[in-house]
């Protein structure tokens, strides 16, 4: 039995994956490092740049393929003031929804954890290599099971 997937599913698959939830950062004092050293602390300009996605989400609720386990593959321009665009391509199952775009908002903490919130209403916790170079965040929404990766290629100033 064959079964169809709707372009409003794939859609909503991909901004999922496209990170964001807007608000200043918060500052803390700062974190004995190693050696004595404090820590370097983030900010909502530590996400700058130009950035690599990758996700796998599960969500056993999506109809009308529930179960069906999606990747997605996307740009994501942060603009170090906690908002985001990006475009990006979802494979469910072996369909393919090419040129999903997307934008978003996110917060980060001087503890260089934070939030990503996507179309008003796909949700994630983040966590930020204190550089800024790369994250991970986790899908918070009841029901998924989702995992995104994000590197910098490049920064603002270089684009």
């Known amino acids: 039995m064959k079964r169809s997937m709707s372009p409003t599913f794939f859609a909503a698959v991909v901004l ?3 990170p964001l939830d807007g608000a200043d950062s918060v500052t803390a004092g700062a974190d004995p490092g ?4 404090p820590a370097k602390q983030c900010s909502l300009a530590t996400l700058q740049g130009t950035y690599l ?3 796998r989400l599960d ?3 999506y109809a009308p393929m ?3 386990p999606q990747v997605v593959a996307a740009l994501r321009d ?3 003031a ?3 665009t990006g475009v990006g391509t979802v494979n469910a199952g072996g369909t393919i929804l090419q040129n ?3 934008t978003g908002v996110y917060t980060l903490n001087a503890d260089c954890t934070g939030t990503m919130t996507n179309a008003g209403s796909r949700h994630y916790d983040i966590f930020v290599a204190p550089d800024g170079s790369e994250g991970v965040g986790i899908r918070t929404d009841a029901g998924a099971v989702e995992i995104m990766r994000f590197k910098r290629v490049s920064r603002r100033s270089e684009d």
Do not use: E, H, M, Y
């Open 59 to 61: 969500f056993p609720g």
């Open 82 to 84: 906690g908002n985001s």
């Open 100 to 102: 999903q775009r997307a």
């Open 34 to 37: 190693r050696a004595g050293k």
């Open 16 to 18: 999922a994956c496209l």
């Open 53 to 55: 996605i990758t996700a």
């Open 78 to 80: 942060l603009d170090g």
């Open 66 to 68: 529930s179960g069906v």
